[in-house]
């Protein structure tokens, strides 16, 4: 039974994405897990008073402190977003790395937030246990994904700007479709690739780049990737312009030296990095603010609504 395709048949994908859904159940996902690890935790405590954590008010404040600090660090680290490309070596680096800060902040802030009524042993078991169930959900998340992008769902349109050293990164894109990455076309003068892929995809001479345009406005191109022995600053720009005007992003395979093009991030696809280039703004302080009022959000609904989840 193809689960995915009946979801979209049933209209469930598409509204996700239409009232952009996604990141708030992801982010709901992810303080249940912290809830978990509390109540267990809890639970495990000689000294509670209640069956629930939420109606232990030391407690309650506690995991009001704990729950958006824990978030914001995974944000800066860039782990709340589900990954298209990422190890799973990196991502436990990055909840392991998280786990340290939080319980390190606690310690340093035990005589402050904490009550006499809260152990220290209890620290360490909440961090230990949202490190295991915030990394397991994580990584369920991740084959999910994947699995859903390798059934042809969730793909990016992708055009490369290529020559003989893109041949690799081609190839890896066509292997693993759970990276959910669809090649519209190719430029190139490369006898190779034109006689490799053209076949299947549409391989277009380099002389032919003003196509580039039309093809971003018609065909919903995402990304462009360039990916050279060599570059022409000139053309770069205006194809960066131009992709900054119909909000597609600009992706740059540097050859190890810097580029002085404009402000730019890097980012990786594969084991492959980029410099990326997009209208979208990436303040990281900005953003994280945002993402902590839509977890406080989740939190506070999620507190209004337990007294009738607990009966």
């Given at each position: 039974?193809?689960?995915?395709?009946?979801?979209?048949?049933?209209?469930?994908?598409?509204?996700?994405?239409?009232?952009?859904?996604?990141?708030?159940?992801?982010?709901?996902?992810?303080?249940?897990?912290?809830?978990?690890?509390?109540?267990?935790?809890?639970?495990?405590?000689?000294?509670?008073?209640?069956?629930?954590?939420?109606?232990?008010?030391?407690y309650l404040w506690l995991f009001m402190y704990v729950t958006p600090l824990w978030l914001f660090i995974l944000y800066l680290l860039?782990?709340?977003?589900?990954?298209?490309?990422?190890?799973?070596?990196?991502?436990?680096?990055?909840?392991?790395?998280?786990?340290?800060?939080?319980?390190?902040?606690?310690?340093?802030?035990?005589?402050?937030?904490?009550?006499?009524?809260?152990?220290r042993r209890f620290i360490f078991e909440v961090v230990g246990f949202g490190f295991l169930f915030l990394l397991c959900l994580r990584?369920?998340?991740?084959?999910?994904?994947?699995?859903?992008?390798?059934?042809?769902?969730?793909?990016?349109?992708?055009?490369?700007?290529?020559?003989?050293?893109?041949?690799?990164?081609?190839?890896?894109?066509?292997?693993?479709?759970?990276?959910?990455?669809?090649?519209?076309?190719?430029?190139?003068?490369?006898?190779?690739?034109?006689?490799?892929?053209?076949?299947?995809?549409?391989?277009?001479?380099?002389?032919?780049?003003?196509?580039?345009?039309?093809?971003?406005?018609?065909?919903?191109?995402?990304?462009?990737?360039?990916?050279?022995?060599?570059?022409?600053?000139?053309?770069?720009?205006?194809?960066?312009?131009?992709?900054?005007?119909?909000?597609?992003?600009?992706?740059?395979?540097?050859?190890?030296?810097?580029?002085?093009?404009?402000?730019?991030?890097?980012?990786?696809?594969?084991?492959?990095?980029?410099?990326?280039?997009?209208?979208?703004?990436?303040?990281?302080?900005?953003?994280?603010?945002?993402?902590?009022?839509?977890?406080?959000?989740?939190?506070?609904?999620?507190?209004?609504f337990s007294p009738f989840t607990s009966v």
């Amino acid at each position: 039974m193809d689960v995915f395709g009946t979801l979209y048949r049933f209209r469930v994908i598409p509204i996700l994405k239409k009232w952009n859904l996604l990141n708030i159940i992801l982010g709901a996902f992810d303080i249940f897990a912290i809830v978990l690890a509390f109540q267990l935790s809890y639970l495990l405590n000689p000294l509670a008073s209640e069956i629930l954590f939420l109606f232990d008010r030391e407690y309650l404040w506690l995991f009001m402190y704990v729950t958006p600090l824990w978030l914001f660090i995974l944000y800066l680290l860039k782990a709340t977003e589900i990954p298209r490309t990422k190890s799973y070596r990196i991502i436990f680096i990055e909840y392991a790395v998280s786990a340290v800060a939080v319980l390190l902040i606690l310690i340093l802030t035990y005589f402050l937030v904490v009550s006499t009524r809260v152990p220290r042993r209890f620290i360490f078991e909440v961090v230990g246990f949202g490190f295991l169930f915030l990394l397991c959900l994580r990584i369920v998340e991740y084959k999910v994904f994947r699995l859903y992008r390798s059934k042809g769902y969730n793909f990016i349109n992708v055009v490369i700007l290529a020559d003989d050293r893109a041949l690799p990164f081609i190839k890896s894109l066509i292997t693993n479709s759970d990276w959910g990455y669809r090649i519209a076309a190719i430029f190139t003068m490369s006898d190779t690739i034109k006689d490799k892929y053209e076949e299947n995809i549409i391989i277009l001479p380099d002389e032919y780049i003003q196509v580039l345009n039309d093809l971003m406005e018609v065909d919903m191109i995402d990304e462009v990737l360039h990916i050279k022995n060599r570059e022409n600053p000139a053309e770069i720009r205006d194809i960066i312009r131009s992709c900054e005007e119909l909000g597609v992003t600009f992706r740059l395979m540097p050859r190890g030296e810097d580029i002085n093009i404009s402000s730019a991030i890097k980012s990786e696809i594969g084991n492959y990095r980029f410099l990326t280039f997009t209208n979208i703004p990436h303040n990281t302080i900005a953003l994280a603010i945002k993402k902590i009022l839509d977890i406080l959000g989740s939190l506070t609904a999620l507190l209004i609504f337990s007294p009738f989840t607990s009966v």
